[in-house]
């Protein structure tokens, strides 16, 4: 049981490029969720995944994209990198609402 | 709109003390309080999640507590030791929303 699994631990891209960071999890939990962490500002979330086949916004959704073909997966992906995606982002999964939240170790993405 | 407050911001207390750390939020209408730890460029480890029906959770040598109608949880550490240096953020999980919020943490430095 690896729990949440994210991919890579870090990353650097020049500005304009796209990535996708992954995020996997083994404990078939339905929702899923990334968030990014930034000095003073706490962590907010980017987009959320209620279940396979579906996702949605969260409070910071502007240049990323999601998809969720499978329980397990969660990408999250970065359509043209600018630097202020420069952050730690963070994955996360439950098995329902009203269970807590168990997070992956983050991606360190420097956007240059 | 919920927000989610945590005093001190930092705290320096000798190795073996007794110590609290405060959560306080601003709407009641929550599912539950999680508490997180965070070291430093690392991730989010899950210390205790105490339900909205719950009073307090224990392990080990912490225990959370929470009262809802007043919006605080504190989080007491027993006999503190060097290893407990870390950030300590609280999140609440609050209801018709699928977003976690998040103080922006205590940071804790034990010495030995």
């Known amino acids: 049981n690896a729990g949440v699994t994210q991919t890579p631990k870090f990353q650097v891209l020049k500005t304009g490029q796209s990535m996708t960071l992954q995020c996997a999890q083994d404990m078939n939990h339905e929702y899923m969720s990334w968030y990014r962490q930034d000095p003073g500002m706490g962590l907010r979330l980017i987009h959320y995944s209620v279940g396979a086949g579906i996702t949605d916004q969260g409070e910071v959704p502007n240049g990323y994209n999601v998809s969720r073909s499978t329980t397990e997966d969660f990408p999250l992906r970065l359509l043209s990198a600018a630097p202020s995606q420069t952050s730690v982002y963070f994955c996360?999964?439950?098995?329902?609402?009203?269970?807590?939240?168990?997070f992956g170790s983050g991606t360190r993405l420097t956007v240059v | 709109k919920q927000e989610v407050t945590q005093i001190p911001a930092a705290l320096s207390v000798p190795e073996g003390e007794n110590l609290v750390l405060n959560c306080s939020f601003t709407?009641?209408?929550?599912?539950?309080l999680q508490w997180f730890r965070q070291d430093p460029g690392k991730g989010l480890t899950s210390l205790l999640l105490i339900q909205s029906s719950q009073r307090e959770q224990t392990s080990g040598r912490l225990n959370a507590s929470l009262d809802k109608s007043s919006g605080r949880s504190t989080l007491y550490i027993a006999a503190s030791q060097p290893g407990d240096s870390a950030t300590y953020l609280c999140a609440v999980n609050i209801r018709g929303n699928y977003q976690l919020i998040w103080g922006a943490g205590t940071k804790l430095i034990i010495k030995p």
């Open positions: 996360a999964s439950s098995y329902s609402r009203v269970w807590g939240y168990t």
């Open positions: 709407d009641s209408a929550i599912y539950n």
